[in-house]
């Protein structure tokens, strides 16, 4: 078989530095716009993105030959600096080391949008440290919980 067929989707999570609250409602109409750019540029597809000021939720369809470690540093290193670029009145921006990822199948992926689309009211009664943990249980992905937050 001379080419890949696959449809991969990934739900990615990931904070600010030290949960700092920096993405402002004016920054993130920017932002994950620009977001869906790095995406395209990489030949991938946003297909939902929402977040609060300390983090942001990405639903990707990503192709085959990308690993998820490349794909989060292109989305990371040039939103960041993008954004310091952009605003340096902020001082400086920067995106926590790590991430969540969590592989999503095809039929969850409008149960996944819906909840990314959600994250304002869903974050009402939970905060990002919580819902982290939540998604890591959730997806089975085992943890040191004093390592998480470190």
Same mark, same amino acid.
């Given at each position: 078989?001379?080419? #890949? ?5 990934? @739900? ?6 030290? =949960? %700092?609250? $920096?993405?402002?409602? /004016? ?20 297909? #939902? ?5 300390? @983090? ?6 990503? =192709? %085959?030959? $990308?690993?998820?470690? /490349? ?36 039929? %969850? ?42």
């Amino acid at each position: 078989m001379p080419s #890949a067929y696959t449809q991969n989707f990934y @739900h990615t999570v990931f904070s600010t530095k030290r =949960r %700092a609250m $920096l993405i402002s409602p /004016d920054l993130g109409e920017r932002l994950y716009p620009f977001m869906g750019g790095i995406l395209r540029d990489l030949r991938c597809t946003l297909l #939902a993105i929402n977040g609060m000021p300390d @983090h942001v939720h990405l639903l990707i369809r990503y =192709r %085959a030959d $990308l690993s998820h470690s /490349d794909m989060l540093r292109q989305i990371k290193g040039r939103s960041s600096k993008w954004i310091n670029e952009t605003w340096p009145q902020h001082g400086h921006f920067a995106w926590q080391e790590g991430y969540g990822g969590f592989t999503v199948s095809k039929s %969850a992926v409008p149960e996944v949008e819906a909840y990314i689309s959600r994250q304002k009211e869903h974050h009402k009664h939970m905060d990002f440290k919580t819902e982290f943990l939540e998604l890591l249980r959730r997806h089975g992905i085992e943890f040191d919980e004093k390592e998480v937050f470190e």
